[in-house]
């Protein structure tokens, strides 16, 4: 038994639901009525980790409410906008329940699914992810970028990624241990649970639309995820560029024949001179522009690990400050810092 910032007592939780938020003012109330609906209905305790993504309308107030009326509600709010998956990750590293379901705040992820994603977990899985069968109201550029992106991704990992899957899921203890022990920073955690491996299923649904407000992942947004997902997931785009450098030296052989052969057999001919070393000279330049990119994504990467940064900086927390207490100092000072 623990008592919270509000001196209610609080039983150790069997369930933790972890929901980031990023300015979801027009969709929290809704979201925890749904949610608390689901959560009568589970078999043991349950708490609500509200992860607030520094929010600039009244999210954080709403959130603060919330901790107040109900003693299952708590939340860290960051010192600034720091992107939904280090949210999850803030979540992951406070919950304490022996059941973590990750999901959204705008409600295109359903709560009552988690009553069959539990119902799985009971059979003996220790991961249980929701998988899309269709995207209801998106149009038809963000379906087709969504599904070429996970078939991409899944033949280019180094482990098998479950198509059409996001972080709506389901992961017992022992997999959020394994999560919360990984040190790295850019984190892609569909990736990441995965890797992990243990025994996985899925539960499918149709994705609804928003509640209500705009989509808080913008295409750029989207395309940073997904380049992301597939630099922390594979080595194939180091050996892309390795292949591209030997085809333009194979092709740049070829040229070099075919030069020769009109220098000497057909000094007419108009592809030789400078049509010909103008078109040399862009197709190499772009294949190396091409490889230093590749490189550059990879050695950012490093360059972010090397520093030592913690990922997310904590200004407030509610409802379970004695938590940050329980951690080793190595995770502490590894992931977080609370802004004083």
Known sequence: ????????????????????????????????????????????????????????????????????????????????????????????NFVQGKVVI?????????????????EKWRQGYQVVYAQRLAR?????????????FYRILRRLADVEIPPDTGDFCLMDRQVVDILNAMPERNRYIRGLRAWVGFRQTAVHFERDPRFAGKEKYTFAKSWALAVNGIISLSKVPLRLATYLGMLSAGLALVMILLVLYWRLFD????????????????????????????????????????????????????????????????SSNQHFNTAK
């Open 136 to 148: 209801k109201q998106e149009s038809w550029l963000k379906r087709f970028t969504a599904y070429a």
């Open 102 to 118: 990750v999901m959204d705040a705008d409600l295109q992820d359903p709560p009552e699914l988690i009553l069959a994603m539990i």
């Open 267 to 330: 000094p007419d001919s108009p592809l030789i001179g400078f049509t010909l070393i103008t078109i040399a000279l862009f197709f190499l330049g772009s294949v190396q522009l091409f490889c230093i990119g590749i490189l550059g994504e990879y050695i950012g990467r490093i360059y972010e690990e090397v520093k030592g940064r913690p990922i997310y900086t904590v200004k407030e927390i509610g409802g379970m400050a004695q938590r940050s207490t329980k951690k080793s100092p190595e």
């Open 1 to 92: 038994m623990a008592k919270n910032s509000n001196n209610w007592t609080v039983t150790q939780p069997l369930y933790s639901i972890v929901i980031p938020i990023y300015n979801e003012e027009e969709n929290i109330t809704e979201m925890y009525r749904r949610i608390s609906d689901v959560m009568a209905q589970l078999d043991g305790e349950t708490e609500l980790i509200l992860i607030d993504d520094g929010s600039r309308d009244h999210s954080l107030s709403m959130i603060r409410e919330l901790n107040h009326r109900d003693q299952r509600v708590n939340y860290l709010s960051f010192a600034r906008n720091f992107g939904h998956q280090i949210a999850v990750t803030a979540g992951l």
